[in-house]
């Protein structure tokens, strides 16, 4: 991840800058797959080992993988889980009646696990191992979802 912006330079000394704040920050994700925080509420549940585990929190999604996290470590493979389904509101609105929507992938690898002893949240990184269809409908919700940032003026 890459931020940069443009300022001016209002003095200088031997070992000092002084600039005038930034206008925007412009920023570049070099990724391979674009990436996106998904809206509050959004979880995922899955099959491994033939153990189903259900209600992991989303924090962001992209078509290639996604980070979702637990309040408890889950003993999950690195060899893969299976049966992904991904909820997520059916659009973006304050309307709570507006629906879920379920993205299915059929395969993912654990790629990384971290902990937030801070927050006491356990983080898991996810790579898919998607058919194209799946992939498809996932860049479409990434799109949508980045426009929704956007139109919003949040940071995507």
Not at 1 to 14: M, Q, Y
Not at 59 to 71: C, D, E, R, Y
Not at 85 to 90: D, F, G, M, V
Not at 148 to 156: D, Q, V
Request: charged share 25%.
């Amino acid at each position: 991840l890459t931020n940069h912006f443009d300022v001016r330079i209002l003095a200088e000394s031997a070992n000092t800058l002084q600039s005038s704040p930034p206008g925007e920050i412009f920023r570049l994700q070099r990724r391979s797959s674009y990436r996106v925080e998904v809206p509050h509420g959004c979880h995922v549940s899955f099959r491994s080992n033939n153990k189903l585990h259900i209600g992991m929190t989303v924090k962001n999604v992209s078509a290639l993988g996604m980070l979702f996290s637990s309040q408890k470590p889950v003993e999950l493979p690195q060899t893969g889980i299976q049966d992904i389904a991904l909820s997520i509101p059916a659009r973006e609105s304050g309307d709570i009646l507006a629906g879920w929507q379920q993205k299915k992938v059929s395969q993912g690898e654990i790629v990384r696990t971290f902990h937030d002893r801070q927050l006491g949240i356990v983080y898991y990184g996810v790579a898919f191992r998607s058919k194209r269809k799946e992939e498809d409908e996932l860049t479409r919700y990434i799109r949508q979802r980045e426009r929704e940032l956007l139109f919003k003026g949040l940071p995507t």
